[in-house]
């Protein structure tokens, strides 16, 4: 089976103008979403408690919701977890300072919640204390930083600067565009969200890794073509290897998404949107960075001799 | 062309046997499920014996629990059950018999045979969120110890200083490293230096003037804060080991988490505020003689203690002890819960090590005169300062009782005067286990239940199974029979990952199971690459044993380069610390590293078996 019986001669780079119009209205209201809405950061960076609690029956949200607020929860959030019959009792307060550290506090706060609940049967309680919460958003961002540093300096290595600045510019594309999808459906983003968030990074520069192969090769090959043909040639060339790869990366992701439980639902859904637009910007932001910057044969081909020649 | 170009060596075909071999023997142990078993141990001094293990059997046989089997090595029995209910009756019946000085705890026997296990073939462990339990982080105050030793410390050069008749005109703590001395002539601050860089080399010092003060500034040596501050909380994860077997939980995981921090995984916990009870306490005791010399009540109203000695009270009347400290709770070697004869609560302590004979002489020297037992508590109480929350510590110091040493202490004596039998076997089982060095609170605490833990292990087996189908059904159709050697290689992939997580210990999770879904992603990654680059070579008209060369030849940088790149993040990702994500960081990076292998050698193996030592004129790739 093929998709493609002979090598496609789509000219990506045509349309290059149009994918960067596409991207900067899209980081923007990324931007936008995130300044308006805010994250809706999960338990792990807020701390406070979580309980999971299951039914016999179908739960009744509402009906919950009133025997917690007569209880003396009244901003506890209570939603579906998965199922009907599983529900997911968070009790975040709205300022910090309100969080308990007392660990009998804690204790007895779970215990006042089930007694609220007649016939519910506790699942699991999650409690994060204040500092772990806000000590794990600062170093959320710093191993974002740092992996975009990382890699950077890898394909610097392997590329040159000109290529590792560029696919960097282009990385930074995927994680923005997923924490406004986030933000904009109001999402949680926890821990196992970040950590999906820090795997696209990884995996988005894959493919952008194969088509910056592919370009050093052709360039080498063909000295007569300039920077665009060789793009488009390189970006044709490895296409139906990028597109199987995404397909198949996608098929086990969404494997995951169906199956994997609500627990695992932020990591396959950052993950689902990560491919989906990883792929997307190492075919156009990588390459069309590129060529924008002024990417020429000279900065992947080593040309010792020109330093040399000058009278 | 020179040669065949797509042959196997036969170290290549070797290899490739050995290492899936011993990657299905080191997952097999896998296969095997695992037997609710109760363990008994000795408790410190105690043996487990042949006697022990008769009592257990008859007590069992008489509260008619059978139990499938039962084995005895290194000093440990261990009972296996068919049911968990069965199981936890049989521990209590269990205790109940053997009483206080026996440990025993509920575990999960793996039924993995014995040839396996004397290989070192052992099942993958299960986070807790696979089979249920508590974590628990602990936060180790350490500062608070480091600033007590420093003050120590101070008391200490202040001390020798004057033994050394060296004149200073002060000596002070700054912040939790420095120790500042002050004099009133270069002379005494020579001399001092001279001194103090022989005898506490563990600070660096340095020499300064200011106006006509002459200082001298010990500042600890980095090295030496590290190594004080590792061996501080070292201590706490001896003591928190040590109350985790207490408790009952054998398979219990206390592990470092950065410079700070306790993590402690208690499976199969249900009941936690037990657990938080015991592990949180840093209680420990200490003895003291009765300072006698002087008026107590005196002191009290004038708020102030006469040198050397602290003003306490016992039954409302104040009390003054001398600071010495006779004996540390860490003496103690064994401490057992009981009843005295008048029927009430009591401590049977014994002592061991270096404690003892100094506690002896004293006792001997001071016999007919009260010594006081103090309980020594360290209590963290939440507070806000200025905006700040910061966690304050307070140590509460109450008499237990202040008894006549009646003659001099050997190495067994009782403790009396505890309020209840709680408080007994409270105190008994904390001396046992040693005192915690710093105060500790929990900071964060995950609980899942036994059900839930099910249930994500179903739905981590499914979504495995169902994106795996999926990815082979795929290849298979796309790439013919070279897509059937990629799935070959897929399914060894999973084999050998399964295989390396059991052999390194690892803790399998459900984030971690996702890890490995998105590995089987990953991993045919490199076959398509491969493929495709051979289907190119093969348009442009190529032969097909200079394809599949060039196919493999050229895709292997692009392989290699792109998964170092993730490799990279998944370190970074690894180095964050959290159970949550580490799983994820762990079978991607393990799963990675294996596919370089199924996915190149393993597939070329089969390649070249199938193709390379005949003139083919097409393979099955799917074009």
């Known amino acids: 089976m093929e998709f493609f019986k002979h090598n496609t001669k789509i000219d990506f780079m045509a349309q290059r103008k149009w994918a960067a119009v596409l991207s900067v209205i899209l980081i923007v209201l990324s931007f936008v979403s995130l300044g308006v809405y805010g994250l809706t950061w999960g338990l792990d960076f807020t701390g406070g408690t979580q309980v999971q609690v299951s039914f016999q029956q179908p739960a009744d949200l509402t009906a919950i919701h009133d025997n917690l607020e007569k209880a003396g929860f009244a901003d506890a959030v209570v939603i579906s977890y998965g199922t009907s019959k599983d529900v997911l009792i968070s009790l975040v307060p709205k300022d910090k300072a309100e969080i308990t550290q007392d660990e009998k506090a804690q204790a007895e706060m779970v215990k006042q919640v089930m007694d609220a609940l007649p016939g519910a049967k506790m699942e699991s309680v999650n409690y994060i204390g204040p500092q772990v919460g806000s000590e794990m958003a600062t170093k959320g961002l710093i191993a974002i930083i740092i992996s975009l540093l990382g890699t950077m300096i890898y394909i610097a290595i392997r590329f040159g600067w000109f290529f590792a600045i560029g696919s960097t510019v282009a990385l930074l594309h995927d994680p923005i565009l997923i924490l406004g999808l986030f933000s904009f459906h109001h999402i949680e983003f926890n821990l196992i969200s970040l950590a999906a968030v820090l795997t696209v990074i990884g995996y988005s520069l894959n493919d952008t890794i194969v088509i910056y192969d592919r370009v050093r090769e052709n360039f080498r090959k063909f000295r007569k073509a300039d920077t665009i043909e060789v793009l488009n040639l390189s970006i044709n060339q490895t296409l139906s290897r990028t597109i199987m790869t995404s397909a198949l990366t996608l098929t086990v992701v969404l494997a995951l998404f169906f199956m994997g439980g609500t627990l695992l639902h932020g990591f396959s859904l950052a993950l689902i949107i990560g491919i989906v637009v990883g792929t997307y910007s190492s075919i156009y932001v990588a390459g069309s960075l590129a060529v924008a910057m002024g990417l020429g044969r000279h900065h992947l081909i080593p040309q010792l001799k020109e330093v040399d020649q000058t009278p | ?623």
């Open chain 2, 1 to 623: 062309m020179a040669g065949p170009i797509n042959r196997n060596p036969i170290w290549k075909y070797f290899l490739v046997i050995i290492v899936i071999a011993a990657a299905f023997i080191y997952a097999a142990p896998n296969l095997y499920g695992e037997y609710p078993a109760v363990q008994v141990m000795g408790n410190d001094s105690t043996v487990v014996d042949e006697n022990a293990l008769q009592s257990a059997e008859a007590a069992l046989k008489k509260a008619g629990i059978s139990y499938q089997d039962v084995s005895f090595h290194d000093q440990r029995l261990l009972f296996r059950f068919s049911s968990t209910d069965v199981q936890l009756k049989a521990k209590d019946v269990l205790q109940e018999t053997l009483g206080d000085s026996y440990l025993v705890a509920l575990n999960l026997s793996s039924a993995t045979p014995d040839w396996l296990t004397r290989i070192g073939a052992m099942p993958m462990r299960l986070g807790l969120d696979l089979r249920g339990g508590v974590h628990f982080l602990l936060q180790v105050d350490v500062n608070s110890v480091m600033q007590q030793r420093i003050e120590g410390d101070l008391r200490g050069i202040g001390q020798s200083l004057r033994d050394e008749h060296i004149r200073y005109s002060g000596i002070t703590r700054q912040g939790d490293s420095k120790i500042v001395l002050q004099f009133r002539d270069a002379a005494s601050q020579s001399d001092a230096e001279d001194f103090v860089r022989r005898r506490y080399a563990e600070f660096s010092w340095e020499k300064s003037t200011n106006a006509d003060q002459f200082i001298l500034t010990g500042t600890l040596v980095p090295a030496s804060m590290f190594k004080a501050k590792s061996e501080i909380l070292e201590q706490a994860m001896n003591t928190l080991r040590n109350r985790v077997n207490e408790l009952g939980v054998s398979e219990a995981v206390v592990q470092q988490q950065g410079e700070s921090r306790v993590s402690v995984d208690l499976p199969g916990i249900q009941d936690t505020a037990e657990a938080k009870n015991i592990l949180g306490k840093t209680a420990t005791l200490e003895f003291h003689l009765v300072d006698a010399d002087h008026d107590a009540a005196l002191a009290q109203a004038q708020g102030s203690a006469p040198p050397d000695t602290r003003i306490y009270t016992l039954n409302g009347q104040p009390l003054l002890l001398k600071n010495q400290i006779v004996l540390r709770g860490s003496s103690i070697v064994a401490a057992t819960a009981s009843f005295g004869e008048d029927g009430r609560p009591n401590v049977q302590v014994r002592l061991g090590g270096a404690g003892e004979s100094l506690f002896t002489k004293i006792t001997a020297e001071n016999v007919g005169k009260p010594m006081a037992i103090v309980y020594v508590e360290v209590k963290s109480t939440p507070t806000m300062v200025n905006g700040e929350r910061t966690i304050q510590y307070s140590t509460e110091r109450r008499i237990i009782s202040a008894p006549v040493i009646q003659s001099a202490l050997g190495g067994n004596f009782q403790i009396t005067g505890l309020r209840s039998p709680n408080e007994s076997r409270t105190l008994a089982l904390l001396l046992r286990a040693g005192a915690l060095p710093a105060p500790v609170t929990i900071i964060e605490e995950r609980q899942v239940g036994p059900s839930l833990g099910k249930q994500n292990i179903q739905m981590g087996v499914m979504s495995v199974e169902v994106g795996m189908a999926l990815v082979v059904i795929f290849m298979a159709v796309y790439y013919g029979l070279m897509g059937i050697f990629a799935d070959i290689a897929l399914a060894m992939n999973l084999v050998l990952i399964v295989a390396l997580l059991s052999l390194l210990g690892a803790t399998l999770t459900l984030p971690g199971i996702a890890g490995i879904v998105l590995t089987v992603g990953m991993a045919v990654d490199a076959n398509v690459l491969i493929f495709e680059r051979i289907r190119e070579e093969m348009r442009r008209g190529a032969g097909v044993q200079a394809s599949i060369h060039a196919g493999y030849q050229r895709a292997f940088t692009t392989i290699f380069d792109a998964n170092i790149t993730t490799l990279i993040v998944m370190m970074i990702l690894f180095s964050l610390g959290s159970g949550v994500i580490k799983g994820i960081a762990i079978t991607i990076t393990i799963g990675l590293m294996t596919s370089m292998f199924t996915a190149i050698t393993g597939t070329r193996v089969l390649v070249n078996l199938i193709y390379g030592n005949r003139p083919a004129k097409r393979i099955s790739i799917g074009i």
